[in-house]
């Protein structure tokens, strides 16, 4: 995990918990936010893949592992691909340099260790969000009358779930990274 | 500084001599977490007993310092060096010496 986060050029340190617990309270609240306001706008018709792109963004920025930037080392512990040649890009062509792998990308054991923990215990979150979203589809086919209190839509409810589950796989392992880990020590110690 | 040779063994169940061993030779966290190849965040968790090593990298200090294992690592309480090297008899003296130094350390 990185001890600083770089926005707009400005470093934030981020070595406390509580900083990081409370990046982790705003993202989620902000996305929820974001969640009602697309279903104000369109009922998530179109904007429900605006929510997907918000989250991988809010990745790229700010929690990482799946994305490179932001505060978590990449999952894979890989550094990125760089293309070095900017005409390739034109032709939608990569070019991947031989590099090292560097300790800025590369997790140690112990990192890699609270990865696969961060990971269990999102694991377990998604199996209650899959069971709660099967039962819901599957009265919302069988028995529709146990869902006939719901004022929108049966299907609207399960696809605004089954988009919340997306949200949640995407972020989950980093932010339990985030809100667990305790104060990052200083380097001269 | 976080040492776990004597009090809590930490989250690990696992005492170490890490941060006595590192001030003796004048290491920094920094300077062993490269020679480790690992996170300096890494060497204090190990130090504090917090994360217990992988074979791997038990025997990467172990090599590191010169020592085997088992005088890094500990499910016990570690005794004082210098007991364990003058005997309890002639450590009394050394025993109040060194435990001077490792909390000055």
């Known amino acids: 995990m990185k001890a600083e986060l770089v926005l707009m050029g400005k470093r934030v340190d981020m070595a406390a918990r509580t900083r990081r617990r409370a990046l982790v309270v705003l993202i989620y609240s902000t996305l929820v936010v974001l969640m009602a306001a697309l279903f104000v706008a369109d009922h998530w018709r179109t904007t429900g893949y605006y929510l997907v792109f918000a989250t991988f963004l809010v990745n790229r920025l700010f929690l990482g592992g799946y994305n490179f930037g932001g505060l978590i080392k990449p999952f894979n512990g890989k550094p990125p691909q760089r293309t070095e040649a900017p005409p390739f890009l034109l032709l939608a062509m990569h070019v991947y340099p031989q590099e090292p792998v560097s300790s800025e990308y590369r997790s140690d054991e112990r990192e890699m260790q609270m990865r696969d923990r961060a990971h269990y215990q999102a694991y377990q979150a998604l199996a209650v969000a899959l069971a709660v979203l099967w039962l819901l589809s599957s009265w919302n086919v069988f028995r529709p009358h146990l869902l006939a209190w719901i004022p929108a839509s049966p299907a609207l409810l399960i696809y605004g779930l089954v988009l919340a589950t997306i949200v949640v796989t995407l972020t989950l392992p980093q932010a339990i990274l985030l809100w667990t880990e305790p104060d990052m020590e200083e380097l001269s110690e | ?105």
């Open chain 2, 1 to 105: 500084m976080n040492e776990n040779s004597q009090r809590e063994p930490g989250e690990s169940g696992l005492y170490n001599r890490i941060a006595v061993l590192r001030a003796e030779r004048g290491i920094s966290r920094q300077q062993l977490a490269e020679a480790m190849d690992v996170n300096y965040q890494t060497i204090g968790f190990l130090e504090r007993g917090d994360y217990s090593p992988s074979l791997k990298l038990a025997l990467s200090l172990a090599d590191y310092f010169g020592l085997p294992v088992e005088a890094i690592f500990s499910k016990e309480p570690f005794k004082p060096l210098s007991q364990q090297v003058y005997g309890a008899g002639r450590a009394r003296l050394a025993l109040h010496t060194e435990s001077d130094l490792e909390e000055s350390a």
